[in-house]
């Protein structure tokens, strides 16, 4: 086997034991609204608010926030899986939005039953390998409260009630 495709399993394997939400990455462009989902995403600063998101370099919605300058960061609910597996689909842009409910936010899509989200001027890309980085600024926020988020761990969808009976105090 390839030494390369054998680390990159390995990696892989490993770092799938850090759970993370799941988020759909939307954007406006000169065709419409666009969207990805993703889990490489994190908050980078308080002050400012930034905020950052990877997108792989072929990535269909890397184009659309590229000539935007703006995207949303819509964290998804534990009962929005169809969403996800619907954003993370080779559909044509419009095909993913053709049944979804948004609203333009700032002028980018924010969807409609998303746990929480996030609108963000993009201040930079930073180049990483197979991926781009994106920085972003964060103008405009908002949550519901008494939903669970979905999650991603070890290859798979995830809620928080796989994962015992509740948070512990350490």
Known sequence: MDPTLDRQRRYREVIGHFATGVAVITGQGP???????????????????????????TARTLPIIR???????????????????LFA???????????????LRAGVPVLAGSLAWLVCDLREFVAAGDHEIAIGAVTQIDHAADREPLLWYRG??????????????G
């Open 31 to 57: 065709d419409g609204p666009g969207g990805m989902t993703a889990n490489a995403l994190c908050s980078l600063s308080l002050d400012p608010l930034l905020l950052l998101v990877c997108f792989e370099n």
């Open 67 to 85: 000539s935007s300058r703006r995207f949303a960061v819509n964290i998804l609910a534990s009962d929005q899986l169809d969403t996800s597996l």
């Open 89 to 103: 689909s080779k559909l044509a842009e419009a095909d993913k939005f053709a049944d979804v409910d948004y609203d």
């Open 156 to 169: 798979e969808y995830r809620a928080i009630a796989d994962f015992g009976s509740g948070p512990r105090s």
